[in-house]
């Protein structure tokens, strides 16, 4: 069984940055990824347009998108469900998603949901950024 979900870090945050592989973009997610804490620095609105990757109109979608959850210490189901709908985004527009860095009590949530045979992981971000 787990242990308690308790985090005494900083409240849930996302960073967008480039990746260093060209059409690469890299989303940095910090803190718990759940219901209780995703809102905690950003408005849905802002987090729902980071995670936006065509936000300007007629721009190109980048051919990857890596998960960076390297700094996710836990996550409950409104988490996952924000990763498998942007991955549903992704597969419509044709980017390629890599989630890089979960730690073993995200590896246990995407296991006990089967979603590590659906989503393609990496170890690490820069095993991702290639």
Known sequence: MSEP??????????ERVEGKAPGTLIFRFSGPFTA???FGKLTPFALSNMLDFQA??????PAVNILDLTAVPYMDSTGLGMIMNHYGKCQTKGVRMI????GPRVLELF???KVDTVLTMAAT??????
């Open 5 to 14: 979900q308790v985090w005494k870090g900083k409240a849930f945050s996302m």
């Open 36 to 38: 209780r804490d995703r």
């Open 56 to 61: 300007v109109p007629d721009e190109k979608p």
């Open 99 to 102: 989630v890089a860095g979960s």
């Open 111 to 113: 296991n006990m949901t």
């Open 125 to 130: 971000v820069a095993e991702a950024d290639v």
